[in-house]
């Protein structure tokens, strides 16, 4: 057995017995406990997009409420949207989709959850606000009442800072500049090369600028992409509409099936339709905190609601539309077709030759948009590890040049099997974090829902809501 083989197999092993279970468990808890606040409060969500209060202590450089969901929406909304919903419908048939609709429906509860963490516990920088799960384990379990959470707060801080830094900032940024680099050179014959210098230079002159460039460009690109893909799915489904109540129906019976029940292949369905689903969305893997944190707002449930948002952005909207291009084209049932070959080989049947080439700028868009939200989620926790500028340098050279070189060039399985094992890792982290300070989230959920009630069109937080907590909060006042 190879170590590609062996860290498969690990990984395939730690998310298809412990994690999947601990994630669809933490947000069936969330749910209850937040009162379905994500089906409850969607319309607050939408509002709150054009939200332009920031937090009473008029942070002279902050990041607005919308460029911290763009941000968190990039690095969401990537290659896995394209090619890992085509994988899932391949392998587990059209019934996956119904499990990934199901697992968003849930884990943005678990993202509500960690957002608001992310909010509580961020601390204020140079540039902006900085915050994530790093900073909540730190500052937030020596509050715990368990001692033995109490001690871990300083190693299990720092594992998952290295653990997001591996897995985001390096590996992750090769497999999205290796996409990209692949739907170029089969879309225009290109050289992967030059591609990947060309990304590179482009990724580095964004980085540099620090997390409000980031925020800017990821403002303009999240919704051209989002938009434009969604206008494309839905002039598909137009020309096909007499099929959609049959590819509904085909979805849900698929799900359920009794051809699936009797094959022994529903688990699988369900298995691959799940894990595809908490890939996409992130949900409980503690990556969208380190964007919420970066927001000014007056009240840290705010981010929480918009990042839960993101979460249907995600997949209700992003990967459904691969779905129904993908289940309306028929192709999912050719053998030899999987991934993002499915994707474009689906959308060169619906809109013929211009399928492709209008799949590589996809990739482009939704890919380069990654490769610089990973960026942040590193330098995120790179600045939690150490504030030396020539730590953060050689870090922006490397996670912005060096590794999407490299993705460019390289085959990838062994990139992406420890990525998968990291990825295993710092979400059990994440979510031991999230349900031992959950009930803080609660707490200002219940604050802002009873400043609503009382007709307050924006609440504030303000730290003494939550005594005994003065010294792990650093905001707030």
């Given amino acids: 057995m190879t170590l590609v083989d062996f860290l ?52 002279h450089k902050h990041v607005s409420s919308f460029q911290a969901f763009a941000v968190s929406v990039a690095t969401r909304v990537g290659t896995g949207n394209l090619a890992g919903v085509a994988t899932a419908i391949a392998v587990g048939g059209p019934g996956a989709v119904f499990w990934m609709w199901l697992i968003a429906l849930i884990g943005a509860a678990t993202a509500f959850v960690e957002s608001t963490l992310g909010q509580l516990f961020k601390q204020r920088h140079e540039e902006s606000f900085i915050g994530g799960p790093a900073y909540y384990i730190r500052r937030g379990l020596p509050l715990s009442r368990f001692a033995w959470l109490r001690r871990s707060g300083r190693w299990m801080s720092v594992l998952f800072a290295v653990l997001i830094t591996l897995t985001f900032g390096l590996s992750y940024n090769s497999i999205q500049a290796n996409t990209i680099c692949s739907a170029a050179h089969e879309a225009f014959g290109w050289s992967p090369l030059h591609v990947g210098l060309a990304i590179a230079a482009l990724t580095l002159l964004i980085v540099f600028g620090g997390i409000r460039r980031i925020a800017r460009v990821s403002s303009v690109l999240v919704p051209v992409m989002a938009i434009g893909y969604f206008i494309l799915a839905i002039v598909v489904i137009a020309l096909n509409i007499q099929q959609l109540p049959h590819v509904l129906r085909l979805i849900i019976v698929d799900a359920f099936g009794i051809e699936q029940v009797a094959g022994g292949s529903l688990g699988a369905t369900m298995m691959i339709g799940i894990k595809r689903g908490l890939f996409s969305n992130e949900a409980g893997e503690g990556s969208a905190p380190n964007a919420a944190a970066t927001a000014a707002v007056s009240h840290p449930v705010k981010q929480g609601l918009i990042q839960a948002l993101g979460v249907f952005t995600d997949t209700l909207l992003v990967c459904s539309c691969t779905a129904f291009i993908i289940l309306l084209s028929g192709l999912y049932t050719t053998p030899e077709l999987n991934g993002i070959a499915l994707t474009q080989a689906a959308l060169q049947s619906e809109i013929g030759q211009a399928g492709p080439f209008f799949v590589a700028v996809a990739i482009f868009l939704f890919a380069f948009s990654s490769i610089i939200g990973n960026y942040y989620y590193g330098e995120a926790n790179v600045r939690f590890l150490t504030n030396d500028r020539r730590v953060m340098t050689i870090y922006r050279l490397l996670s912005g040049g060096v590794f999407v070189v490299f993705g460019a060039l390289a085959t990838l399985d062994l990139v992406w099997s420890l990525g998968d094992l990291f990825m295993a890792l710092l979400t059990t982290c994440n979510l031991v974090a999230i349900v031992a300070l959950g009930h803080y989230a609660f707490r200002l959920l219940d604050d802002y829902r009873s400043q609503k009630r009382r007709g307050v069109d924006s609440p504030v937080f303000h730290r003494n809501l939550l005594p005994g907590t003065a010294d792990a909060i650093e905001c707030w006042e």
């Fill in 8 to 59: 498969i197999q690990l990984g395939d092993a730690i998310w298809a017995y412990v994690l999947i279970a601990a994630l669809i468990g933490c947000g069936l808890w969330f749910t209850w406990r937040t009162r379905f606040v994500q089906f409850r409060m969607v319309g607050e969500m939408f509002s709150l997009l054009t939200d332009s209060s920031v937090s009473s202590e008029r942070h």
